[in-house]
């Protein structure tokens, strides 16, 4: 008869075996090179805004010290030339209300935006470019044509045009 008193049984889960050693996939798969190749296209839109003669001194500075980042980058990609509220502004971007109002907060110390009333609530405030900032945002598209320039030279035109192919279908696909 078999002893099954607390002592003898082991609850202790198996441990899980991988059935190869080879853990590649972990640097290689499609999620990290997405996010690989995220980081080094805004490493090179943020080198080539820091470099455009159009930005004013104080911005191109910024830039060039690596003080703005790609979270900076929110903004310009995702502030409705209108304007926007804080709220409506950190959903597109796809960050936290606080979060955004940090990056506002530099931006606007910064000279990019400007908190002004909303016509439409006076309770709310709207987050809109300023003349600088639509300088910047202007030299954030010339920068973007010239990153994407640059990946279509290095990866070739066909392979460029599959790669947005795909991922405007992906990224669709997720209603983002």
């Not at 990290?32 to 080094?40: E, P, T, Y």
């Not at 090179?44 to 911005?59: I, K, S």
């Not at 509220?85 to 910064?110: F, H, P, S, Y």
């Not at 400007?114 to 030299?139: I, M």
């Amino acid at each position: 008869m078999d002893d099954f008193s607390p002592a003898t049984l082991s609850i202790t889960p198996p441990i899980p075996t991988i059935s190869t050693p080879d853990d590649r996939w972990r640097q290689t798969h499609l999620g990290r090179l997405m996010g690989s190749a995220l980081r080094r296209f805004d490493a090179r839109v943020l080198q080539l805004m820091a470099r455009n003669v159009e930005v004013p001194l104080a911005l191109s500075n910024l830039a060039a010290r690596d003080q703005v980042t790609a979270a900076h980058v929110h903004i310009t990609r995702h502030l409705a030339l209108q304007g926007d509220r804080l709220t409506d502004l950190a959903q597109r971007a796809g960050m936290t209300k606080q979060a955004m109002a940090n990056l506002v907060d530099q931006c606007e110390a910064w000279g990019l935006v400007t908190r002004a009333a909303d016509p439409l609530d006076a309770r709310a405030r709207r987050v809109c470019f300023t003349p600088t900032g639509l300088a910047w945002l202007q030299a954030f598209r010339d920068a973007v044509a010239q990153a994407e320039a640059e990946f279509r030279e290095e990866v070739g035109q066909d392979v460029a045009a599959v790669v947005a192919i795909g991922l405007e279908a992906y990224a669709g696909a997720a209603g983002g």
